[in-house]
């Protein structure tokens, strides 16, 4: 059988759709109606078509994945229809459990909508793989990458994602440690375990140029050598490296956009940061020949020293804002997710490179 990165990525996207329906997961109760009374329900009489196109576009990635995880895996027979099944259910789920969340509203519409998008994701992905797209991939895949790459693949399909929640640090994920001392603080509040919590010896102190500069290179490093693990030659990893910093510096001006405005897209882009790109692109030069067990090595090295010097900075008050803007969903409604993403892209690239590290030899 043949291991692909669609399935994995299907059951991302489920996660990503769980969250997304029943977000914020707070004040479940019984209203009196049974779940499924929606199905019946007069269609609403106001509706736009940013309504439409999110309910269909949600679900069309999850077709597509599904019958694209089906079809490489040799299960072709009555995948459209049994993908399009899987997701009507899946959506059937989550409008039903919507009647116990007082702030959404299941609708019969959102339903049909749902499955149309997963049924035109099915479709997609079955007419690819009719014109040879599909098998085109397969091939590509092939001569660039290791046989078991897709945990890469999909850490790496992830990255991007991930940059869109805004950064204290320009390329800097994974800076938990402050917000996740102060919740467990507010969750212990009047409870004898407050007590048993960590304090720290001295109070986070700013990231002087140096260390931002230091980030910066560790920060699209990471990726690059994550890349390196699964990319087999070095004329090939050189493209990708340039691929990388083209997306790591287009995604970061893009959430900063979206977090300052238009005009403060580039305001991120200082001399600090110039320059840790510019030791990043030498270094990962330098690196494009090393063997795919040494990168693993060495993301683990980089991730280690970048999520160290990350958490021992704190957040500042007005990027706090921001962070509280963003989870409010003014810019981008993912309701959360991209943060989440933000915050544990780095702790997944570090439990797949450990695995990496110790397991069995990479086969070319």
């Known amino acids: ?101 007082p702030v959404r509203v299941p609708s019969n519409v959102d339903l049909g909508l749902n499955l149309l998008g997963a049924w035109l994701g099915a479709l997609l992905a079955w007419a690819m793989e009719q014109l040879g797209v599909i098998d085109r991939w397969s091939r590509f895949r ?37 917000r996740l001392e102060l919740t467990l603080a507010d969750g212990l509040q009047g409870t ?13 102190q700013p990231l002087v140029p140096g260390a931002e500069l230091f980030c910066v290179m560790l920060g699209v490093l990471i990726p690059c050598l994550l890349g390196f693990c699964i990319i087999r030659s070095a004329a090939r990893r050189t493209v990708f490296m340039l691929l990388v910093f083209a997306v790591g510096i287009g995604v970061t001006a893009l959430s900063a956009a979206l977090s300052y405005g238009p005009a403060h897209a580039w305001a991120w882009f200082s001399m600090p940061v110039k320059a840790g790109l510019v030791a990043a692109l030498v270094l990962a030069s330098l690196l494009l020949r090393v063997p795919q067990r040494a990168s693993a090595a060495l993301v683990l ?19 706090a804002q921001t962070l509280a803007t963003w989870e409010q969903g003014r810019f981008i409604r993912f309701n ?12 997944a690239a570090l439990v797949y490179v450990v695995v990496r590290v110790w397991g069995r030899e990479p086969k070319n």
């Open 301 to 319: 090295l980089a991730l280690g020293i970048h999520l160290s010097l990350l958490n021992q900075a704190p957040t500042n008050p007005y990027f």
């Open 192 to 204: 004898q375990w407050l007590d048993w919590l960590p304090v720290r010896d001295v109070e986070p």
């Open 336 to 347: 959360g997710l991209a943060q989440w993403l933000g915050w544990l892209w780095p702790y």
């Open 142 to 178: 092939a001569r660039w990458f290791v046989p078991d790459a897709r945990g890469g693949l999909v850490l790496l399909a992830l990255w991007p994602l991930a940059l869109l929640f805004p950064a204290a640090v320009p390329l800097g994920l994974g800076q938990v440690l402050e």
């Open 1 to 101: 059988m043949h291991k692909t990165s669609a399935r994995p990525l299907a059951l991302l996207y489920v996660g990503l759709i769980v969250y997304a329906s029943l977000y914020p997961f707070a004040d479940w109760r019984y209203q009196g109606i049974v779940p499924w009374a929606f199905l019946d329900s007069p269609w609403p009489r106001y509706w736009s078509g940013f309504d439409v196109a999110i309910n269909v576009l949600g679900y069309l990635p999850l077709g597509f994945l599904l019958v694209l995880s089906a079809l490489r895996t040799g299960r072709g027979r009555y995948t459209i229809g049994l993908a399009t099944l899987v997701a009507g259910v899946l959506s059937l789920a989550m409008e039903s459990l919507q009647s116990y969340l």
